[in-house]
T-cell receptor
C-alpha cells in the first residue's frame, strides 16, 4: 500500500453544506495534491500544496480551498456544496526532487454524495 | 484542443495480444509524463514514468515524442490481470490526467 490515508471514506451531505476531507501523506513526502473524479472520468486536478503553500491550482472555484500542515498532512474544504460536487475525492503525495520526483501515490479516496 | 487526450475505449483484446495506448498533450512546456492504471472503484496506481529516451519494465514499454507531443504505452503478452483503465498524466504547473482508456483482456 502507498501509506497515504484519507478520511472519511464515505460521506453524504446536502446542498449548501460544507465539507472537510483529510489526508495523511506517505512518510517523507512533502507535497500533497487533491483531485476530483466523477464516474467515468479521469481525476481532475484541484490544487497542490508544498511546504504549507498552494503552488498549483486547476480550474476549480474559490469555494474549494485547502491547507497543508507542518507534518505535510492536508485538508480539502468545499463550501456551499452543489449536486455536481458528488464525486470521489483523491489525495496524492509526492516529492518535488529526486529520482521519484512527481510520482503520485494515492489514498483510497473519499466518496462524497451531495443530495 | 484538450490539454491531454487519450484513445477512446474500451479496448477488448484477447489474452496474449499486444496492446498500444496513445496520449497527446497540448502544452509543449510540459515537463514530466506518467502512466497510471486504475482498477474499478479503486485509486490510480503508478504504472511507470515516461523518460525521454523511452523505458521498459517487463512487458510494458513507454515512449515519449516531444516533437509530436505524445506519449505511448505498449503492453506485450497481455494477461487477464491487465484489465483496468489506463490513465496518462502530464505535468507542468498543473497535473493533468487524461480521461483514461478502459482495457478488457478476453480469455
Amino acid at each position: 500500500e502507498t501509506g497515504v490515508t484519507q478520511s472519511p471514506t464515505h460521506l453524504i451531505k446536502t446542498r449548501g453544506q460544507q465539507v472537510t476531507l483529510r489526508c495523511s501523506s506517505q512518510s517523507g513526502h512533502n507535497t500533497v495534491s487533491w483531485y476530483q473524479q466523477a464516474l467515468g472520468q479521469g481525476p481532475q486536478f484541484i490544487f497542490q500544496y508544498y511546504r504549507e503553500e498552494e503552488n498549483g491550482r486547476g480550474n476549480f472555484p474559490p469555494r474549494f480551498s485547502g491547507l497543508q500542515f507542518p507534518n505535510y498532512s492536508s485538508e480539502l474544504n468545499v463550501n456551499a456544496l452543489e449536486l455536481d460536487d458528488s464525486a470521489l475525492y483523491l489525495c496524492a503525495s509526492s516529492l518535488v526532487s529526486g529520482p521519484t520526483a512527481g510520482e503520485l501515490f494515492f489514498g483510497e479516496g473519499s466518496r462524497l454524495t451531495v443530495l | 484542443r484538450k490539454e491531454v487526450e487519450q484513445d477512446p475505449g474500451p479496448f477488448n483484446v484477447p489474452e496474449g495480444a499486444t496492446v498500444a495506448f496513445n496520449c497527446t498533450y497540448s502544452n509543449s512546456a510540459s515537463q514530466s509524463f506518467f502512466w497510471y492504471r486504475q482498477d474499478c472503484r479503486k485509486e490510480p496506481k503508478l504504472l511507470m514514468s515516461v523518460y525521454s529516451s523511452g523505458n521498459e519494465d517487463g512487458r510494458f514499454t513507454a515512449q515519449l515524442n516531444r516533437a509530436s507531443q505524445y506519449i505511448s504505452l505498449l503492453i506485450r503478452d497481455s494477461k487477464l490481470s491487465d484489465s483496468a483503465t489506463y490513465l496518462c498524466v502530464v505535468r507542468d504547473d498543473k497535473i493533468i490526467f487524461g480521461k483514461g482508456t478502459r482495457l478488457h483482456i478476453l480469455p
